[in-house]
């Protein structure tokens, strides 16, 4: 990227959220129209009520873990924009793992810094953090935790996936890819992690019979290995403590603030069902009938199509582990019951780490994947803003348009998924057969 290197576009990516920050305080002053996230507002008033000594969940709709709280009480002590500097500094610290991830993987210079560009420079995720929503911080701890397993740090992996699916539950869904690549990741007589036994530039050896090449088809067969393959000392390592950590801090929380947390914090995200109009094909059926209330079964065939996506893409890509997690949010997020547009960060942090396995050229066919996106996501604010600032009945429209959103996230995942080059985590780029970082020109 000429001249420019990993520090300077640091630094310019800080320079550019510090003034987003200051210009958030300058238009919430004097403009209708707020910069600020409202999420950031009830954050701050629970961190405030923490700050006085009393519940965070004293303040309405607040259903986050305490410990946001807790990380905001300086927006009370210090300055309200505490927490937008916080969040901002995740944000840089998911470009900084960006690249250490992509360098462990043998990715090139050039290549490694267009990926870390696409998230520090992409303007819905620098605005995400200076606007005071908290997902940066879920996206950085996401990609610490892909170090940690990739360096062979079980226990670190542990420990931070048990706090942040406490922090935020969604990444429960990571847990399987989790175990199945743990279970794989030491291969060979001194068992240690590939990655490990190749940066130190001994003799890495492959079981072909349990990892495919990067020239293979997606199916990783090691998931249908029989179960004793997948129960390993570092699986199990991992599930106990993670698990361990999340129970603690359940019953530390619920013996602190009682069933205020446990039905906030946690049962509200199992049962949500939010009839305001959001992007989810289920928002006008909710809407209809939030006031009778919904059948165990009602509630089931829900989550059915959720759960099967899931397993599916599992199944096809729990090697490539990175690649995983990438479209298993984005199937997530689109067959989720309630979607809003701060969801779609988690699976942008991803995108940075599958780039450099895409044989998709940004012109044309990049461009046209992220023009439909784009035009479904433009068409459905359309819509949306007829309903709520012009009071126009077009619910049905906006129903409509939430389908179109659907089917433009399933046509941009399926183009992902064609032009995504295998490619097992524990294997470097240079052996995976990898075009060069001109497919990106």
Known sequence: MGCIDLRRML???ALLRLLLVCYGEWQDAHMEVRYTDVDYLVFSDAAAMVAAGRSPFERATYRYSPLLAYLLVPNSLLHPSWGKLLFSAADLLVGLFVDAILKLRGVPEDLR??????????PFTFTIGTRGNCEPIVCAVILWIILCIMNGK????????????HFR????????????????QCIGPSRKPILRQWNSRRDILYDNSSTPSAKSSPGWQGLWAPLGSIVTWDTVLFGLFSGTLFFLL??????????DFLNEALLYHLTRTDPRHNFSIYFYHVYLHHQQGFTVFEKFVSFLPQIM??????????????FCLFVQTVAFVAFNKVITAQYFVWFFCLLPLILPWSSMKVKWKGLICM???MASQIHWLMWAYLLEFKGQNVLVQLWLASILFLA????????????????????????SGVANSRKLE
Do not use: E
């Open 169 to 184: 539950i969604y990444p429960i869904i990571y847990a399987l890819p989790f175990v199945i690549v743990l279970s794989k």
């Open 408 to 431: 433009a996230n399933t046509l941009v995942l399926l183009m992902l998924i064609r032009y995504h080059r295998y490619s097992p985590i524990f294997m470097p780029l240079v052996r």
């Open 154 to 165: 079980v226990f670190q992996a542990a420990f931070w996936y048990g706090l942040i699916v």
């Open 250 to 259: 359940t019953v530390t929380f619920f013996y602190i603030y009682g069933w």
């Open 113 to 122: 810094l267009w990926s870390v560009a696409a998230w520090l420079f992409n």
């Open 309 to 322: 996506v899931q397993l599916a893409l599992i199944f096809c890509f729990a090697g490539d582990l990175p």
């Open 11 to 13: 630094g310019l990516s």
């Open 371 to 373: 023009f439909v996106w």
